[in-house]
Nanobody, 124 residues
Framework: QVQLVESGGGLVQAGGSLRLSCASS????????MGWFRQAPGKEREIVAG????????YYVDSVKGRFTISRDNAKNTVSLQMNSLKPEDTAVYYC?????????????????WGKGTLVTVTS
């Protein structure tokens, strides 16, 4: 059973930056696509970014392209999300996710395991 633990959320003003990190344990990290999802109040959970098991392919939702960068360190079993130029509409609980099947696409459309989430609040 994989365990995912997020860190790095917090309160930031619009235009600022935050870096989220997720530590994974319990299985071979480097075999699995990883990603970040978010859920704002009253909205459905949506994918923010995904990164393939090798790190060679990434996916971003249109609203964060050019502002967010996902990366992974397979030696340290971590995946990170650098968020720049934050906007109030980025306010949400951010969840680390791991595909349950190895070697999948960065779009992460299959079954996933989840962390507990970390809150990001962007003030105007």
């Amino acid at each position: 059973q994989v365990q995912l633990v997020e860190s790095g959320g917090g309160l930031v003003q619009a235009g600022g930056s935050l870096r989220l990190s997720c530590a994974s344990s319990g299985r071979t990290f480097s075999w699995y696509t990883m990603g970040w999802f978010r859920q704002a109040p009253g909205k459905e959970r949506e994918i923010v970014a995904g990164i393939s098991w090798t790190g060679g392919n990434t996916y971003y939702v249109d609203s964060v392209k050019g502002r967010f960068t996902i990366s992974r360190d397979n030696a340290k079993n971590t995946v990170s999300l650098q968020m720049n130029s934050l906007k109030p509409e980025d306010t949400a609980v951010y969840y680390c996710a791991a595909d349950q099947t190895p070697n999948t696409a960065a779009t992460m459309r299959g079954p996933k395991d989840w962390g507990k989430g970390t809150l990001v609040t962007v003030t105007s």
